[in-house]
């Protein structure tokens, strides 16, 4: 054997070693330089070749391949090896647990009585009516004249009003909606007016100062009695489902004739939740429609009343003193 085949031969068995035992991707690079590039030590060993007899120098020459492709093959597949080894470790350091517990934000809510206005509107909305809104100061003709309640009325006693300095009033009711709207618009109309609304009440289970109304008016030709109650009990169904005892109960308002108290059963009482009647001719009247055309209906839901009934909530002042743990229940 030539030296220069021991070298080949050393090359090889030191440069397979050092090839297996390298950890690294940088230093497996430095290391084909070392063994296989240009100025490497393959390269160096054959120099020698010149000096080799011409029957020598093939065999030489073929066992330099040899070493050079089986070093090729090894610096491959431990390049491989490290490559997989290197995504491996990636991966695991960057793997998320998705069993992990989050981190929760706390979402508020609507109130209990805004999604309240909100159902009991989606109903008459569904219905085909708009909504409308009005002032909350109100005068005296949109309050009660023009709903037929004149200076003198004994109705105005139901209603103990806040008056302002200036002869204004807090609204009392939200029917006072019923004759801005008709004021500006043309029969057919059908409207749901959600708000607040104003009385000197003594505060206690049931009644305060400042509760939500929503007014329901539709006037065209031809509605009849018929017409109210069925409106009034497809609503009720809508929202409390069927099972729920309603009655009507003859009343008396001075904007309806003739009209009706409508109560649902509530703890094994009767609860009134709304007023309703056929728009009185006076009121039309009041708004330049001609009586002898059109008839309309009208309702007042008193929405503490309905949110009570639906949440089983059993003091109308819970609704008002925000206690969160109250609130988060609904
Ligand atoms: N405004 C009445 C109240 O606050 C409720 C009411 C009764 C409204 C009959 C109406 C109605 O529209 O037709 O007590």
Redesign the pocket.
């Known amino acids: 054997m030539t030296t220069i085949e021991n070298q080949l031969k050393e090359l090889e068995t030191t440069a397979t070693q050092a090839i297996a035992a390298v950890q690294d991707l940088p230093s497996l690079e430095d290391l084909r330089v070392a063994y296989l590039g240009k100025k490497g030590q393959l390269s160096q060993i054959l120099r020698g070749m010149g000096k080799l007899s011409g029957e020598e120098r093939p065999i030489v020459g073929a066992l330099a391949n040899q070493v050079k492709e089986g070093l090729q093959a090894h610096l491959e597949a431990q390049k491989q090896t490290l490559e997989a080894a290197q995504i491996q470790a990636q991966l695991q350091a960057e793997t998320l647990d998705v069993t992990m517990p989050g981190v929760s934000r706390p979402l508020g809510h609507l109130h209990p009585l805004n999604s309240t206005i909100d159902q009991v509107l989606d109903i008459f909305v569904g219905l085909g009516y708009t909504v409308a809104s009005g002032p909350h100061i109100e005068t005296d003709y949109y309050n009660f004249a023009a709903?037929n309640t004149p200076p003198d009325h004994p109705a105005r006693d139901?209603?103990d009003t806040f008056y302002l300095p200036d002869g204004k009033l807090l609204r009392?009711?939200?029917?006072s909606v019923?004759i801005r709207y008709m004021e500006n618009h043309q029969p057919p109309i059908r409207i749901a007016a959600p708000g607040r609304?104003y009385r000197r009440d003594t505060v206690d289970a049931t009644h305060s100062a400042v509760f939500h109304?929503v007014?329901?008016?539709a006037v065209d030709q031809g509605l009849t009695f018929t017409d109210l109650k069925g409106t009034i009990k497809e609503f009720l169904r809508r929202m409390f489902g069927a099972h729920l005892p309603v009655q009507f109960r003859a009343?008396y308002?001075p904007?309806?004739e003739p009209?009706?108290?409508v109560d649902v059963q509530w703890k094994g009482k009767w609860l009134e939740v709304?007023?309703?009647?056929?728009?009185d001719p006076n009121v039309l009247k009041a708004v330049g429609y001609d009586p002898e055309i059109y008839t309309g209906?009208?309702?007042?839901?008193?929405v503490e009343r309905f949110a009570m009934v639906l949440h089983q909530i059993d003091d109308i002042r819970r609704l008002y003193n925000s206690d969160l743990r109250f609130l988060r229940q609904f």
């Open positions: 709903l139901m209603q009392t009711h939200t029917s019923q609304v109304q007014e329901i008016l009343s308002f904007f309806t009209s009706a108290e709304m007023g309703c009647g056929m728009v209906f009208a309702a007042g839901l008193g």
